[in-house]
């Protein structure tokens, strides 16, 4: 099979398209044919050595769409033909990929494999960090910096499907509107407008957090009694000033995840929840992935370059089929 392999730590120029063995699938498996596979900042971080350890040699990709060529022994779901989309450890940037049973999903009837490819690690990054563990609830006030992104244009579909209200910070006019069109109240151009002051009165009961650095004091003050700060990344500094006495004062939850080093059976039983509690939300609208760009495969290096310039709104996708 072809595949995007990664020859050495480095820049996008380091990812090759080669022939690589095609993987087996083994017991509670099965192969997937990727029609479409999803490009996430993740990869990029693989790609530079991120991780701690040398990626040359590895593929990159969490997410994919297709159809099952192969099942292993003791499968006891799926079957040849059946059209998936899948959260990976990594290998997505491939035509062929083997992956637990149990992390993948039924492709809805109304989605292309592009659209959803852009599913299983936006959706379930947000689901386990928003309302399982950051527990939004209906009528509360969520804030998600980067709504733009792909995880934020997934924030803001759930929580408004989940009577929560919505509010976003992204960093164009343009952005800025595409955020609002999907149910964020009130999205704020950060390149603009404080988002502190903007915000100001409106008290946060949960925030999505990928920035880091000196938002962090920000959404603090920012926040309600017994809210929840929750981050997934820090591209603007993994330091930040903490008032501890603001903790104390509004009883404030600070905490934060990683999907990528779950163990199997944490994103076998979180996938089973997304499939009941967020999967019809894609059947009847509520939920719509938003693509930007696709690139075919042998332009991955191009499609990683799009995501680390933060231009695109929703996801970069890799259509295999073109």
């Known amino acids: 099979m072809k595949a995007m392999i990664i020859t050495r730590p480095g820049d996008g120029s380091v990812l090759q398209l080669q022939e690589h063995a095609t993987p087996q699938p083994q017991a509670g498996q099965v192969l997937i044919r990727v029609h479409a596979a999803g490009v996430n900042r993740s990869d990029i971080h693989q790609r530079q050595g991120g991780y701690g350890s040398d990626p040359r040699g590895q593929i990159p990709g969490l997410e994919v769409a297709g159809v099952i060529e192969k099942c292993g022994s003791n499968v006891s779901r799926w079957q040849v033909g059946d059209a998936v989309c899948a959260l990976l450890k990594g290998g997505g940037y491939a035509e062929y990929v083997a992956v637990d049973e149990r ?172 499939e009941k509690q967020v999967w019809p939300l894609l059947t009847d609208g509520q939920l719509k992935p938003l693509i930007y760009r696709t690139f075919p495969l042998a332009e991955a290096a191009q499609a990683q370059a799009l995501m680390e310039s933060s231009e695109h709104t929703g996801k970069i996708i890799l259509d295999l089929d073109t």
């Open 103 to 274: 992390h993948c999903l039924p492709v809805p009837s109304n989605l292309t494999f592009v659209e959803a490819a852009s599913l299983p690690e936006t959706v379930l990054t947000v689901w386990s960090t928003v309302f399982q563990w950051g527990h939004l609830r209906q009528g509360e006030n969520f804030l998600v910096h980067g709504g733009s992104s792909g995880i934020g244009v997934t924030a803001i579909q759930l929580a408004k499907a989940f009577g929560a209200n919505a509010y976003a910070t992204a960093g164009s006019d343009e952005k800025r509107a595409v955020c609002e069109q999907l149910g964020a109240i009130k999205c704020i151009n950060y390149k603009k407008e404080d988002f502190e002051k903007a915000l100001s009165g409106i008290e946060i009961n949960v925030i999505l957090d990928m920035v880091g650095g000196e938002y962090t004091p920000k959404n603090l003050r920012l926040m309600a009694l017994d809210s929840r700060l929750m981050f997934i990344n820090s591209m603007q500094g993994a330091d930040s000033q903490i008032h501890i006495p603001t903790l104390m004062q509004k009883r404030i939850t600070i905490s934060g995840s990683m999907l990528k080093p779950r163990d199997d059976d944490f994103k076998a039983a979180l996938t089973a929840d997304v």
